[in-house]
């Protein structure tokens, strides 16, 4: 097979595998905490804006290390920038221990930030990384394949949720745990945050482990820019120079609606399964476990029909599908809106990575600041879900799906962009 046709260069792929296992990872923290907006709510009685700063704290972390993950990649290499990534999200998942004994909201929401914050450097150093492991040719298609098994972790985070989270919660109301005498409440807070605690503590060992394999393995990449001293690492040129490549900036916006949308979507798709058909958080949660099932079958699917519909194209067609997926949802509540919202994962499945490779195409020496600007685009997964959950309090949760139509709609755009602007995508496939 030549060089122009292979998806990683010779001599790869037990890198690019290690680094495979590193998008399944951040996929199970971040499908273990989207259900985190209602566990919390439950078990601190709070409003559904309130709960969701769990998203702001984890997203917001992602937006806030990007940058300096950025730094690190370009000082040192990605491989650095994997092991940081890898090292804070571990200190991260470890904190839930001590949050759970004090038994604060705040204190598992610095765990998230840390957690989260350690994923936003790993992410920022895996996904360019993974580009630059084979030909610019197929980059796209190479970066949706890795993110194929980003699903898998999604799967595994919803699961875990599901099995030991979820059933451990007391079916007590807001009103009954008023009415509790402080002593029972205390109890019954304590057994469930333990709940919560322990999937994120185990995922802590996992996440160690995978630090030992990467560091003891050498990392190579063609593609790579030699690390450079500090003082020549040049900010407000590659800054501008990224300011004013239009089909980059669009894709940095595009990126913030995807995420938020993939976000709001899943954060309350168990608030829209109870509002639109009743039952518990548990009984609902198994529609998000098959919406996860849905986005790991498709996004493999995706990167087989990449190979013959250009990716801006195949972006195009998905997002306005998801359009009017929402718009049905949102004015339909009932199973057929469930199902609506199911379908909404195989839409989405294709997004992250085919916007993240086509707005990086031809950045060449920009390519890891541009990828941390594409990383802090996630902080849409911050912002969006507090919108959603001010219009689910005030109109319902079947309502509340319009804010990521919105967000859908804007990516449907920069597909069209891409199509209509004449660059020679047309080969990231």
């Known amino acids: 097979m030549s060089g122009k ?14 680094l495979v296992v590193c998008f399944a990872a951040w996929g199970i923290a971040a499908n273990m905490t989207d259900p985190m907006v209602q566990v919390f709510s439950r078990i601190f009685s709070m409003s559904t804006v309130q709960a969701s700063l769990v998203q702001f704290a984890y997203y917001g972390a992602y937006f806030l290390l990007a940058l300096p993950a950025a730094f690190i990649n370009r000082r040192f290499s990605y491989k650095t920038g994997v092991l940081a990534g890898l090292g804070l999200a571990t200190f991260g998942a470890l904190l839930f221990y001590p949050a759970s004994i004090a038994m604060t909201y705040g204190f598992f929401l610095i765990a998230l930030f840390c957690l989260a914050g350690g994923l936003s450097i790993l992410e ?26 980003n699903p898998v972790g999604t799967n595994i985070g919803v699961l875990l949720s599901a099995s030991f989270i979820l059933p451990n919660l007391n079916p007590a109301t807001d009103a009954q745990r008023a009415a509790m005498a402080p002593e029972a409440l205390e109890q019954i807070r304590r057994a469930e945050l333990s709940a919560v605690m322990g999937p994120y503590v185990g995922f802590a060992f996992v996440l160690l482990v995978i630090w030992v394999l990467i560091a003891l393995k050498p990392m190579p990449a063609r593609d790579e820019a030699r690390p450079v001293a500090r003082g020549n690492v040049q900010f407000r040129a590659t800054l501008a120079r ?8 669009f894709g940095v916006g595009a990126q913030f609606f995807n995420v938020a949308a993939q976000t709001c979507t899943w954060t309350f798709t168990i608030q829209y399964v109870i509002g639109a058909m009743g039952g518990t958080e548990a009984s609902a949660g198994q529609y998000l476990q098959i919406s996860l099932i849905v986005f790991l079958i498709s996004r493999f699917a995706m990167v087989g029909i990449m190979g013959v519909i250009r990716p801006s194209l195949l972006l195009t067609l998905m997002a306005a599908l998801a359009v009017t997926l929402t718009l049905f949802a949102a004015f339909v509540p009932s199973m057929a809106g469930v199902w609506a919202v199911v379908a909404l994962s195989a839409c989405l499945s294709l997004m992250f990575p085919t916007i993240y490779g086509v707005a990086l195409q031809g950045l060449g020496e920009d390519t890891k600041f541009g990828a941390a600007g594409l990383v802090m685009a996630i902080a849409g997964g911050a912002v969006m879900p507090m919108i959603q959950g001010a219009v689910l309090d005030g109109y319902g949760a079947a309502v509340s799906f319009v804010v990521p139509m919105v967000c ?14 004449g660059r020679k995508s047309a080969a990231l496939r």
């Open 242 to 249: 990224l300011l004013k490549n239009r089909h980059y900036a």
């Open 124 to 149: 920022t150093s895996a996904n360019p990384f993974v580009i630059s492991m084979g030909p610019e040719g197929n980059a796209t298609r190479r970066l949706n394949f890795a993110q194929a098994f």
């Open 5 to 18: 046709t292979r998806l990683v260069y010779q001599g790869m792929w037990m890198p690019f595998v290690l």
């Open 408 to 421: 859908f709609a804007v990516v449907a755009l920069y597909g069209v962009f891409d199509l209509l602007s």
